[in-house]
């Protein structure tokens, strides 16, 4: 044989026919049928808000009432209070979730320019009351109202107003502009009071935007190293910041001033073990653990019903995550896609930090466990955001389709009514020439895919264009370059 030749390849033979494995097609994950539902996000946001309230009506019961009857008030006084708010913040839900779209975009402004006054006023001594050093609630007689909160909300509505209308002619240059300054003048007024939790869930906020809004990944690095710079010059001026993070290193360095809170909280969940110690029986409610009902209430779920309580409560915090990007994914207006994602990113991202700080793996900011912890303000207010969220599930297009044709009580019609459109009438107004709910396409125009992949938007064609020609779409990714 010469070395030009070819050695012929061996024969299988019968057997190893027979024993060879056929291949097999790689299995793909398909979710449940259930989940395809035109209303499943409205279910999944209503079912894991719902029950997380019930488990913080429950708990701040539990929590607060040695502490009530040790100064001398009925131990049952301030859960019965937090179930008033509770009812309150469901009746503001209601509201919400019968509002319309447009009339959020309309009145986002006009609700930026009441925020930044309730931020002054709060400032006015004899006006704003201070408690431990920080100068953040107005009193209404019932409750104490905290302007920040509201500021967090009215932010990220407008922010989206402001970036859905630019969204067609959207550069880096305008997603910063119209948002970046306002984002500090807020965080000024906060870091005033000071609040510095306050501006931490304000920064959640912007970064949901921009996220959604499509910055370049580069820059959250920029920001990040500009907080950074800001963390360092807060601390500088206020030396009892560093205390906190200090802290947070090594709480028993200090264990009874700067760590005893950590220290604290940390025994609580060591001591519920997987269990838990049972329903009303915590230790650290005894006046040990200070703020047990609000910041350390995830430490009194811990001891009381054990790691598997903490468990059910990270999952509906997951739940609720899912529901709000699915709605963003899933809905046909642009502002509905941001709005949902920068209120997601705040709920859920506030609700990291607290129980970050309580099992001792980030610094204590004094931020609230939204729909669990007892407060006024926060409470009412992200029950409110739970209906804006139910609303923009029912704008999805098929929800919309599902509310009109289905036959719904007339308490369900009451509740929650039929949007008109599945796409604002503020942008309708504003981009006449977009096809919505089977409008024709006007002529000369070429479509491209939104950056969520979910709406279509309709952009003039270049003058001698071939319109027969198609022409591939173009997907965006979230924080990718444009």
């Not at 913080?56 to 009925?74: K, N, T």
């Not at 990220?156 to 300054?181: D, I, K, N, Q």
């Not at 009109?404 to 009451?414: E, G, I, Q, W």
Request: charged share 15%.
């Amino acid at each position: 044989m010469t070395s030009t030749q070819t050695r012929p390849r061996p024969q299988r033979t019968d057997r190893a026919r027979r024993t060879e494995r056929p291949s097999r097609p790689a299995r793909r994950f398909t979710p449940p049928a259930w989940l395809d539902g035109p209303m499943t996000s409205l279910h999944l946001v209503l079912g894991s808000a719902g029950l997380l309230l019930l488990i913080g009506l429950v708990m701040v019961f539990s929590a607060s009432s040695i502490e009530a009857a040790l100064d001398d008030q009925p131990a049952w006084a301030p859960g019965v209070k937090q179930l008033v708010l509770a009812c309150v913040g469901l009746a503001a839900m209601v509201v919400a979730m019968r509002l319309p779209v447009g009339l959020v975009r309309r009145h986002a402004p006009k609700a930026l320019v009441v925020v930044f006054a309730l931020l002054l006023l709060v400032l006015i001594p004899g006006l704003g009351i201070e408690r431990n050093g920080a100068r953040q609630w107005i009193p209404l007689g019932f409750t104490d109202f905290q302007p920040s909160e509201l500021g967090k909300l009215v932010f990220a509505l407008w922010g989206a107003h402001m970036l859905a209308l630019r969204e067609r002619y959207l550069t880096t240059r305008s997603l910063l502009v119209p948002v970046l300054p306002v984002f500090g003048v807020l965080s000024l007024l906060l870091i005033v009071e000071p609040d510095f939790g306050g501006v931490v869930s304000l920064a959640l906020v912007l970064v949901g935007l921009l996220w959604a809004g499509g910055l370049p990944l580069r820059w959250f690095g920029a920001f990040a190293g500009a907080g950074a710079v800001l963390l360092g010059v807060m601390v500088l001026v206020a030396p009892y910041r560093m205390e906190r993070v200090t802290a947070f290193m090594d709480p028993f360095a200090d264990p009874t001033n700067t760590g005893f809170q950590a220290i604290r909280g940390m025994y609580a969940l060591a001591t519920g073990g997987l269990w838990g110690v049972g329903l009303g029986n915590s230790a650290m409610k005894w006046n040990i653990l200070p703020e047990a009902e609000s910041d350390y209430i995830f430490a009194i779920i811990g001891e009381e019903l054990g790691f598997l309580g903490c468990l059910v409560v990270v999952t509906l915090y997951g739940v609720l995550a899912y529901a709000g990007f699915r709605i963003a994914r899933r809905s046909a207006d642009r502002f509905v896609q941001l709005a949902s994602v920068a209120i997601t990113v705040w709920l859920i991202g506030q609700a990291t930090m607290n129980m970050g700080y309580v099992v001792g793996m980030l610094p204590v900011t004094g931020v609230t466990l939204p729909l669990i912890s007892a407060g006024g303000t926060s409470l009412i207010l992200t029950l409110f955001i739970v209906g804006l969220l139910a609303r923009f599930a029912c704008s999805e297009p098929a929800a919309v389709e599902h509310l009109r044709t289905a036959d719904r009580s007339r308490l369900a019609r009451l509740l929650l009514p039929a949007p008109a459109h599945a796409v604002d009438p503020v942008r309708l107004h504003r981009f006449p020439d977009e096809p919505v709910e089977g409008r024709p396409a006007v002529a000369g125009t070429r479509t491209l895919l939104h950056p969520r992949g979910t709406a279509a938007r309709r952009t003039p064609a270049p003058r001698g264009a071939d319109l027969r020609r198609r022409e591939p779409a173009v997907r965006r990714r979230p924080g990718g370059d444009r």
